[in-house]
């Protein structure tokens, strides 16, 4: 199997172009273009996962993306630790010519919440009510390095992994 990469939003549709149809109200009723919704994954052991917390970057999303979702599936039931606390930031954005950071202050996409030890589904209910939507709508003109925090809430498991599947929306590095 092969595989592609685009360096801009790709966006689908037959109709890009056009006003709004006869008797429309809204001004886009004539277009049908739209953005596909794009997945980063990582899967994370958790072996000696240290109970105070390990933090490691785990995607790096385009300019102006959007969050649209996040979804976590342990595949392997933690063993010592009864759960795993995940919380999702954002890392330091640096100028890539000179190596300078252009955003340090890291914020929570997603807030803590906790995985359970057994292999399963983590609740998309859990998650979605982690979200911080005000930050995941836009991350804003520049790359954004993604974090993942892990924290064993009663002791370090010493087997056990989760993968985590990112889902968002590419748009202009503007946001738009």
């Known amino acids: 199997m092969s595989q592609s990469t685009f360096s801009g939003p790709i966006r689908s549709g037959t109709q890009r172009d056009g006003g709004p149809q006869a008797g429309q109200p809204f001004p886009l009723q004539g277009f049908n273009v739209g953005r596909p919704i794009l997945t980063q994954i990582v899967t994370i052991p958790l072996a000696n996962m240290l109970s105070a917390g390990s933090t490691f970057t785990a995607f790096n999303l385009p300019a102006g993306s959007k969050i649209v979702g996040f979804d976590v599936d342990e ?43 057994t292999i399963g589904k983590v609740a998309q209910a859990t998650i979605d009510a982690a979200i911080q939507v005000a930050l995941a709508n836009n991350i804003g003109t520049y790359d954004m390095p993604v974090t993942i925090t892990a924290t064993a809430a009663t002791a370090n498991a010493t087997a056990g992994s989760v993968t985590c599947t990112l889902r968002y929306v590419q748009r202009n590095a503007d946001g738009t």
């Open 75 to 117: 595949t392997v039931a933690l063993v010592t630790a009864t759960n795993l606390g995940l919380t999702v930031g954002n890392g330091a954005i640096l100028n890539a010519a000179g190596g300078t950071i252009l955003a340090a202050s890291p914020n929570s996409l997603v807030t803590t919440f906790n995985t359970g030890a």
